[in-house]
């Protein structure tokens, strides 16, 4: 897929999974304006050492843990198997499907909409636990008839708790940006990209 193809498929699912958090925001705040702020597309207050700390460990806790998930998924198809022996031909390609086909599209409805929604109907920890759990369960559901059961349950469970902690630093830490989170999950779908485009993983 060149990448041209994977520009125009970074716009529509960006185009989607904006759909509804715009339509609710146009619905129930009546404005034209401050959208991007309201899901969070917005700078953090500050980069403290705290914001910093917080999505340098979680993206490397994300990363290792990344490795034995791609160990476990060698021989099924995922989102990047598509780069699978392409070499650094593949770098502009696996950067528009890391940084904005999934990571972007995917922080604004899970991060920026459906958190903040959640947070400000039953509170952030409950808000968080359950944007990250079904955030996880979407995850495992994808591969639940590809491989066993168990494995299927890690994904699931990692994948939410790297969610609960992507919630955690955009609220907590960022006050209400997505731009922590969107940098991890950027960086998290990258790696899973040049394991593919190398074969690293075989």
């Known amino acids: 897929m060149n990448v041209i193809n994977q520009a125009c498929n970074a716009f529509l699912q960006i185009a989607l999974f ?92 899970f991060r920026g909409f459906f958190l903040k929604r959640l947070s400000s109907k039953f509170g952030f920890w409950i808000g968080n636990f359950i944007q990250s759990t079904v955030f996880g369960l979407l995850h495992g559901a994808m591969f639940i008839s590809k491989i066993h059961p168990g494995k299927a349950f890690l994904i699931l469970a990692f994948t939410g708790m790297i969610a609960w902690c992507m919630g955690y630093a955009n609220e907590k830490k960022a006050g209400g940006s997505i731009f922590p989170s969107w940098i991890i999950h950027g960086i998290a779908n990258l790696f899973s990209g040049i394991v593919a485009m190398f074969c690293i993983i075989s």
């Open 18 to 109: 904006t759909f509804l958090p715009f339509i609710w925001y146009r619905i129930r705040y009546k404005k034209r304006s401050g959208f991007l702020e309201w899901i969070g597309l917005k700078r953090p207050f500050a980069f403290n050492r705290s914001l910093l700390g917080f999505t340098a460990f979680t993206t490397v806790a994300f990363l290792a843990v990344s490795t034995g998930i791609l160990y476990a998924l060698k021989d099924v198809d995922t989102a990047a198997s598509k780069f699978t022996g392409m070499g650094i031909a593949a770098l502009p390609g696996a950067l528009i499907y890391a940084f904005l086909t999934t990571a972007l599209s995917e922080e604004i409805l």
